[in-house]
């Protein structure tokens, strides 16, 4: 998908995103471990480590995944992989899908609260849109509520039949969103 780039203003600052650039591959790195890092006295030890090796792995991978970046005032404060359809976006976890996957979306603990993670998913559906793609996915878990919370009011529902167990962790909960005119659009 090429290049975009999205502004918006909210009180507390303005956030633009764009396409990540490859110097930018450890700051997404280390705001994806610090974003993340909470759940470690969340999750269950075997679920936690689950997921901490999921997401290494996943920061480790380009194979169809767009990286997409947030700053606010000009410093990047989040990052967001948008995965081509057919892509296995959880590798050999759960089967690839007929439609883009929104992952890894990661904000700063600093810079939460101002629209960053909403600015991030709103990115990957307009470019999922613009793509064709009729529908949008994601995976989050029970623990990650504030992310749910977030999907569901944007109009993601929940999709059971794309769950997954990983070995160890938590339910991973699929999520979708259909793009088509009678669907909830999540643009300004």
């Known amino acids: 998908m090429p290049s975009q780039s999205s502004d918006e203003t909210s ?3 303005r ?5 990540a650039r490859p110097d930018e591959i450890a700051t997404i790195a280390r705001i994806t471990r610090l974003a993340y890092g909470e759940y470690s006295s969340r999750m269950e030890p075997a679920a936690w480590n689950a997921l901490e090796q999921e997401i290494e792995s996943a920061l480790t991978t380009d ?6 970046v947030a700053e606010l005032d000009g410093v990047v404060v989040g990052s967001a992989a948008l995965y081509a ?14 439609w883009p996957e929104v ?3 990661a904000v700063d603990p ?9 600015a991030l998913v709103e990115d990957c559906v307009r470019r999922a849109r613009r793509a064709g793609a009729r529908v949008v996915g994601l995976h989050t878990s029970e623990t990650m509520r504030a992310a749910k919370e977030l999907y569901e009011r944007m109009g993601f529902v929940r999709d ?3 769950d997954f167990q990983p070995p160890g962790a938590e339910l991973v909960e699929g ?5 088509d005119d009678h669907a909830p659009h999540p643009e300004p």
Do not use: E, F, M, W
């Not at 956030?15 to 396409?19: A, C, K, L, P, S």
């Open 175 to 179: 999520y979708l969103l259909r793009l």
């Open 103 to 105: 992952r890894l979306v």
């Open 85 to 98: 359809p057919d892509t296995a976006a959880y590798g050999n976890l759960a089967s690839a899908t007929l």
């Open 160 to 162: 059971p039949d794309h």
């Open 11 to 13: 009180p507390k600052g």
């Open 110 to 118: 600093p810079a939460r609260g101002r629209g960053v993670a909403r």
């Open 15 to 19: 956030v633009t995103v764009r396409d």
């Open 63 to 68: 194979r169809g995944v767009t990286r997409i």
